[in-house]
């Protein structure tokens, strides 16, 4: 099995920044790719970007298109979710998810098979 845990949220006004991180420990493989959802209360899951093991394909959600950046450090087994420009619909609960063994990225919870247990992201207005 694969864990993965995030960190980095918080509280935060709206304009700024924050950085989630996602450690995957346990039994990994080459060619997993990680996502990042969010969920907040009374709402269904929504993806936000997911990124291929290379780094070289991503894909995010219309509404966090150049606001937010996806990146990931092979070596330490650790995808990276910049948040810029924070508004207060930025608000959930985000979580780190992975499938192993794939390249094609989906914005489908269902695609993913192994989930962190969220951190939660608070944007003030």
């Known amino acids: 099995q694969v864990q993965l845990s995030e960190s980095g949220g918080g509280l935060v006004q709206a304009g700024g920044s924050l950085r989630l991180s996602c450690a995957a420990s346990g039994r990994t493989f080459n060619s997993y790719i990680m996502a990042w959802f969010r969920q907040a209360p009374g709402k269904e899951r929504e993806f936000v970007v997911g990124?291929?093991?290379?780094?070289?394909?991503?894909l995010y959600a219309d509404s966090v298109k150049g606001r937010f950046t996806i990146s990931r450090d092979n070596a330490k087994n650790t995808v990276y979710l910049q948040m810029n420009s924070l508004k207060p619909e930025d608000t959930a609960v985000y979580y780190c998810?992975?499938?192993?063994?794939?390249?094609?990225?989906?914005?489908?919870?269902?695609?993913?098979?192994?989930w962190g247990q969220g951190t939660q992201v608070t944007v003030s207005s």
């Open positions: 990124i291929s093991w290379s780094g070289g394909n991503t």
């Open positions: 998810a992975a499938r192993l063994a794939a390249t094609m990225l989906s914005k489908l919870s269902e695609w993913y098979n192994y």
